[in-house]
């Protein structure tokens, strides 16, 4: 009988996982039985025969839970190849996932009207009127020069200054940034060289600076008052409203009209075979 029993129980011990509580409870059961039975059967006292069976079946039971144990896929915890999650995402996935985040900046719509804060001067002889439009122009991004400084810098003399090339370089020199560059008309103004002058216009004085243009001929303000310089004349221009449709002149050539409106249209025709610096 004893050697049938652990016969089961190994028995017990090869089945499922999910079948060995089952079977090692049912052994023990049967243990405690066959121990009783056995008392009275067998040779040796019976308190002594069946403590020794039932170490001997609980010594086989665990050894068999052990090795159903070990044969389990949950005995031993199978490697992970996952990758470890990551609490937040990272800056470049935020901005891909999100277009906002990557789009540049626009830059900022000018407004219809502008007129800079600017310190007038009419010139001080009949041809320093170069040296005049380029400091009047200058003041207005808070530069202080005096037109013998900027006349010798220009290289204006008593046949004027030569052309927007000057006031451009002259200007360049005195402004952080280099920011003028040259327009140059080699005759009638284009629709696109008026359009150009017009955004030429709006941009310099949105970024407070003044723009010099070097003009000939005449040419008739928005208030009916007429301006004439047959041998050409430097202007600077100080603001705009209309969205630059129309711009404010500061003239040096007489004191007593320093400053006018002017079409845009109409100053790029009085520029015609001249030039500007913006």
């Given at each position: 009988?004893?050697?049938?029993m652990?016969?089961q ?10 079948q ?6 049912a052994?023990?059961v049967i ?11 067998d040779d ?11 170490a001997?079946m ?28 990551t609490?937040?995402?990272s800056?470049?996935a ?6 906002d ?6 830059r900022?719509?000018?407004?219809a ?7 007038y001067?009419a010139?001080?002889?009949y041809?320093?009127?170069g040296?005049?439009?380029t400091?009047?122009a ?8 005096t037109?013998?400084?900027l ?5 204006t ?5 030569n052309?927007?090339?000057d006031?451009t370089?002259?200007?360049n020199?005195?402004v952080?940034?280099s ?6 008309f080699a005759g ?5 060289q ?5 955004a ?9 600076r003044?723009?010099?243009?070097n ?7 928005t ?9 050409g ?8 409203k209309?969205n ?9 050539a007489?004191p ?5 409106w002017?079409t845009?249209?109409d100053l790029?025709n ?6 500007y610096?913006?």
């Amino acid at each position: 009988m004893k050697h049938t029993m652990q016969r089961q129980l190994r028995r017990f011990a090869t089945q499922r996982p999910y079948q060995i509580v089952a079977a090692s409870a049912a052994a023990l059961v049967i243990a405690t039985t066959t121990g009783a039975l056995l008392a009275g059967a067998d040779d040796a006292p019976a308190g002594q025969r069946t403590a020794t069976t039932v170490a001997e079946m609980r010594s086989d039971t665990v050894a068999s839970l052990g090795e159903a144990n070990d044969a389990s896929p949950s005995a031993s915890a199978a490697p992970t190849t996952a990758a470890p999650a990551t609490s937040a995402a990272s800056p470049a996935a935020k901005a891909s996932s999100n277009p906002d985040l990557t789009r540049k900046p626009e830059r900022p719509k000018p407004p219809a009207t502008k007129v800079l804060d600017y310190d007038y001067e009419a010139q001080n002889t009949y041809y320093n009127c170069g040296p005049a439009a380029t400091r009047n122009a200058l003041s207005a991004t808070g530069i202080d020069r005096t037109q013998e400084e900027l006349g010798a810098e220009l290289g204006t003399t008593e046949m004027g200054t030569n052309s927007a090339e000057d006031t451009t370089r002259v200007l360049n020199a005195e402004v952080k940034g280099s920011p003028y560059r040259t327009r140059m008309f080699a005759g009638a103004p284009s629709p696109a060289q008026m359009d150009r002058l017009q955004a030429d216009v709006v941009k310099a004085i949105t970024d407070g600076r003044g723009v010099v243009a070097n003009v000939v001929g005449d040419a008739t303000d928005t208030d009916g008052g007429w301006h004439s310089y047959g041998g050409g004349h430097y202007i600077a221009v100080v603001g705009y409203k209309d969205n630059g449709r129309t711009v404010r002149i500061a003239d040096s050539a007489n004191p007593a009209d320093p400053s006018y409106w002017i079409t845009t249209i109409d100053l790029a025709n009085w520029i015609a075979s001249r030039g500007y610096s913006a």
